[in-house]
């Protein structure tokens, strides 16, 4: 694996470790609530983290694939 691809896993790997601490987090507070993000309003739940845990645990099987 190429320096770049090595870096990006990395990043993604730490975005993995955060968005799991969130997600725990919010789960033991039973906290829901909502965040404009652009336009729109969104509910920020722990459901919301563990979706961008799996995208980006998806994100860096497909490039440890690609070598």
């Known amino acids: 694996m190429d320096d770049s691809k090595r ?3 990395q990043f993604l790997e730490k975005e993995i470790r955060t968005y799991k601490a969130l ?3 919010l789960e ?6 909502r965040a404009k993000v ?3 309003k969104v509910l920020m739940s722990p459901t919301y983290y ?4 799996n995208e ?3 994100l ?3 490039i440890r694939k690609s070598n």
Request: aromatic share 4%; glycine share 12%; charged share 45%.
């Open 56 to 58: 980006a645990k998806g």
């Open 60 to 62: 860096v099987n497909e």
């Open 23 to 25: 997600a725990r987090f």
């Open 50 to 53: 563990k979706d961008r845990m």
């Open 38 to 40: 652009g336009s729109r």
């Open 28 to 33: 033991k507070k039973g906290i829901e609530e």
């Open 7 to 9: 870096h990006l896993v």
